[in-house]
């Protein structure tokens, strides 16, 4: 009886030590956060701009970076960035970053 009870409290013993020693931190990255990918530059022309909304409305050439072709769209405009420089029909050079959300926000934005 005493031999049963010792297996059993071994092998219980036992069950932490062989699940730990199966798990390694791979898959788990360095622990540091993602780092920041680099802006991507595109060039367009500007359709509307809506300063309360933070937004520019860009019919833009193709950004071979992103794998996009031309086409318009709507981008969010950081904080920085003057909007009341910006109208429709101006033609511009910006950057593109994306955020944590995983969409592209205009985060440089020059007049040509």
């Not at 937004?55 to 050439?61: D, E, M, R, Y």
């Not at 910006?86 to 910006?94: E, H, L, Y």
């Amino acid at each position: 009886m005493k031999t049963i009870i010792l297996a059993s409290i071994l092998a219980v013993a036992a069950v932490p030590a062989f699940a730990q020693s199966g798990h390694s931190m791979s898959g788990h990255g360095d622990g540091h956060m993602a780092q920041k990918q680099p802006a991507v530059a595109g060039s367009g022309t500007v359709d509307a701009v809506r300063a309360d909304a933070r937004q520019v409305k860009v019919t833009h050439a193709p950004i071979k970076a992103l794998g996009w072709p031309a086409m318009t769209m709507d981008f969010a405009v950081a904080d920085g960035i003057d909007l009341s420089r910006v109208k429709a029909g101006d033609r511009i050079d910006f950057e593109l970053a994306r955020g944590g959300d995983g969409i592209y926000m205009i985060t440089g934005l020059t007049r040509k």
